[in-house]
């Protein structure tokens, strides 16, 4: 019988060493977030010269949005790898520095992931669509339920499923917009170009380092 607990280690150990990799990874992402941003706010005619760019908004947006969720979850999983398994961030830190876990590397991806996961959020009505599709779903259960029971569907009834389905959006919307909030706020802030820049010079430096000298700048 196999361990499920290996299954998730094998799964785990090849991220925890390669947390040096996802930090570029990060700056990456971060340097488009950036750039977005800049086109956005209409600040890259100042910085650059150029009027315009020559690309469909939304269809970078969308783009970026998959983009984000696929960086913020590995990210955040890279993170979390090497402080459950207590790995190093490379290779080349095994070997030249400590064969353990870099306390701050993976703080540090766990924190960004998730506002990697966040940033995308503030450019679509995120609230919205979960809490139209959770009111939708337990709607429609409640309605298979009266109906398994061989009860009409009258115009009182039909009238208690519209007000329970615009009470259960109303909640979930304010709940999420509740919990996120912060989160997306500071996300918004981290991408403001100048801050998102520093953040992305960070990354490298602190990524190459890793990966290649095999030591840490913090």
Known sequence: ??????????????????????????????????????????????????????????????????????????????????????????????????????????????????LTLMKPLNDLPIASIIGFAVSTLITVAVLAGIMYLGISISTTIAVILIVLFLIIFGIVVVTIKFYTAGLMFLSKIISWPPIAILLVIFCFIQGFVLLVLGTSIV
Request: hydrophobic content about 55%.
């Open 1 to 114: 019988m196999v361990d499920d607990w290996s299954i998730v280690d094998d799964f785990l150990e090849p991220l925890a060493l390669m947390a040096a990799f996802f930090l570029i990874i990060l700056g990456i992402m971060w340097g488009i977030y950036a750039s977005y941003e800049a086109n956005r706010r209409k600040s890259w005619r100042k910085l650059t010269g150029v009027d315009d760019w020559d690309f469909d908004i939304t269809k970078f947006l969308k783009v970026l949005t998959f983009l984000g969720f696929i960086v913020g979850i590995f990210s955040i999983l890279t993170g979390a790898a090497g402080l459950i398994l207590d790995m190093p961030p490379s290779i080349a830190y095994s070997t030249t520095t400590a064969n353990e876990v870099n306390y701050f590397t993976s703080i540090f991806l766990i924190f960004f992931g998730i």
